[in-house]
Protein backbone atom coordinates (compact mmCIF):
# COMPACT_ATOMS: atom_id res chain seq x y z
CA UNK A 1 0.00 0.00 0.00
CA UNK A 2 1.20 3.26 -0.88
CA UNK A 3 1.46 5.57 2.18
CA UNK A 4 1.43 8.49 0.04
CA UNK A 5 -1.34 8.54 -1.84
CA UNK A 6 -3.87 11.55 -2.50
CA UNK A 7 -7.37 10.99 -2.38
CA UNK A 8 -9.30 12.68 -5.62
CA UNK A 9 -11.66 15.12 -4.09
CA UNK A 10 -9.29 17.03 -1.49
CA UNK A 11 -5.36 15.85 -2.33
CA UNK A 12 -5.06 14.18 1.01
CA UNK A 13 -3.05 11.61 2.00
CA UNK A 14 -3.33 9.46 4.74
CA UNK A 15 -1.07 11.39 6.78
CA UNK A 16 -3.27 14.50 6.28
CA UNK A 17 -6.82 12.81 7.53
CA UNK A 18 -4.93 11.36 10.27
CA UNK A 19 -3.26 14.30 11.57
CA UNK A 20 -6.55 16.53 11.08
CA UNK A 21 -8.39 13.99 13.01
CA UNK A 22 -5.57 13.50 15.69
CA UNK A 23 -5.19 9.72 15.55
CA UNK A 24 -1.47 10.26 17.28
CA UNK A 25 -0.92 5.88 16.51
CA UNK A 26 -1.71 5.86 12.87
CA UNK A 27 0.06 8.92 12.58
CA UNK A 28 2.85 7.35 14.55
CA UNK A 29 2.84 4.41 11.96
CA UNK A 30 2.42 6.60 8.83
CA UNK A 31 5.49 8.32 9.91
CA UNK A 32 7.44 4.87 10.57
CA UNK A 33 6.37 3.69 6.90
CA UNK A 34 7.92 6.54 5.45
CA UNK A 35 4.83 9.39 5.29
CA UNK A 36 6.27 12.34 3.40
CA UNK A 37 5.53 15.10 6.10
CA UNK A 38 5.23 18.25 3.97
CA UNK A 39 2.64 16.69 0.77
CA UNK A 40 0.71 19.49 0.51
CA UNK A 41 -3.23 18.86 0.00
CA UNK A 42 -5.52 21.00 -3.00
CA UNK A 43 -5.53 23.84 -1.05
CA UNK A 44 -1.72 24.10 -0.48
CA UNK A 45 -1.83 22.57 3.10
CA UNK A 46 0.23 19.96 4.87
CA UNK A 47 -0.03 17.75 8.00
CA UNK A 48 1.61 20.41 10.05
CA UNK A 49 -0.84 22.47 8.99
CA UNK A 50 -3.57 20.71 9.37
CA UNK A 51 -2.77 19.56 13.09
CA UNK A 52 -2.06 23.37 13.89
CA UNK A 53 -4.96 24.31 12.77
CA UNK A 54 -7.35 21.67 15.19
CA UNK A 55 -4.64 21.85 18.56
CA UNK A 56 -3.44 18.51 18.52
CA UNK A 57 -0.44 19.15 20.17
CA UNK A 58 1.33 15.64 20.51
CA UNK A 59 0.81 14.86 16.72
CA UNK A 60 2.64 18.83 15.70
CA UNK A 61 5.61 17.15 18.07
CA UNK A 62 5.38 14.31 16.13
CA UNK A 63 5.73 15.78 12.81
CA UNK A 64 8.37 18.56 13.99
CA UNK A 65 10.47 15.23 15.13
CA UNK A 66 10.04 14.62 11.71
CA UNK A 67 11.84 17.29 10.08
CA UNK A 68 7.93 18.85 9.29
CA UNK A 69 8.86 21.77 7.61
CA UNK A 70 7.76 25.04 10.66
CA UNK A 71 7.17 28.06 8.46
CA UNK A 72 5.99 25.95 4.79
CA UNK A 73 3.18 27.98 3.59
CA UNK A 74 -0.60 27.29 2.16
CA UNK A 75 -1.85 28.47 -1.20
CA UNK A 76 -3.26 31.47 0.58
CA UNK A 77 0.19 32.25 2.43
CA UNK A 78 -0.75 30.78 6.04
CA UNK A 79 1.32 28.90 7.55
CA UNK A 80 0.90 26.42 10.22
CA UNK A 81 1.99 28.99 13.04
CA UNK A 82 -1.20 31.17 11.44
CA UNK A 83 -3.61 28.13 11.56
CA UNK A 84 -2.91 27.49 15.24
CA UNK A 85 -3.01 31.17 16.30
CA UNK A 86 -6.58 31.29 14.12
CA UNK A 87 -8.02 28.83 15.98
CA UNK A 88 -7.23 29.60 19.67
CA UNK A 89 -4.37 26.69 20.15
CA UNK A 90 -2.49 28.14 22.70
CA UNK A 91 -0.20 25.33 23.61
CA UNK A 92 0.45 24.57 19.88
CA UNK A 93 1.22 28.30 19.67
CA UNK A 94 3.33 27.72 22.30
CA UNK A 95 5.14 24.68 21.21
CA UNK A 96 5.34 26.12 17.70
CA UNK A 97 7.28 29.35 19.18
CA UNK A 98 9.46 27.56 20.76
CA UNK A 99 10.51 25.51 17.54
CA UNK A 100 11.43 28.76 15.80
CA UNK A 101 8.62 29.83 14.04
CA UNK A 102 8.44 32.82 12.29
CA UNK A 103 6.16 35.22 13.59
CA UNK A 104 6.04 37.62 11.18
CA UNK A 105 3.35 35.77 8.94
CA UNK A 106 0.48 36.58 11.55
CA UNK A 107 -1.79 39.66 10.83
CA UNK A 108 -4.00 41.13 13.30
CA UNK A 109 -6.71 41.05 14.92
CA UNK A 110 -5.43 36.94 14.74
CA UNK A 111 -2.77 38.11 16.66
CA UNK A 112 -4.64 38.18 19.79
CA UNK A 113 -4.20 34.74 21.06
CA UNK A 114 -0.11 35.72 20.81
CA UNK A 115 -1.18 39.11 23.11
CA UNK A 116 -2.56 37.33 25.68
CA UNK A 117 0.43 34.94 26.01
CA UNK A 118 3.00 37.56 26.12
CA UNK A 119 0.72 39.32 29.21
CA UNK A 120 0.14 35.78 30.85
CA UNK A 121 3.94 35.29 30.44
CA UNK A 122 4.42 38.74 31.82
CA UNK A 123 2.34 38.08 34.56
CA UNK A 124 4.20 35.32 35.62
CA UNK A 125 7.50 36.80 35.23
CA UNK A 126 6.25 39.51 37.75
CA UNK A 127 4.69 36.69 40.15
CA UNK A 128 8.50 35.02 40.65
CA UNK A 129 9.92 38.14 40.81
CA UNK A 130 7.92 39.19 43.54
CA UNK A 131 8.61 35.57 45.05
CA UNK A 132 4.64 34.51 44.54
Given amino acids: VEVDTKDTMYG???????????????????????????????????????AAGKGHEVVVQ?????DAELDIKDSDGQTPLFWAVKN???????????????????????????VRMERARGRRAAAAREGR
Fill in 62 to 66: LLLET
Fill in 88 to 114: GHEAVVRLLLEKGAEKGYILWPDAAVL
Fill in 12 to 50: RTPLSWAVGNGHEAIVHQLLEKGAEVDTKDSDGQTPLSW
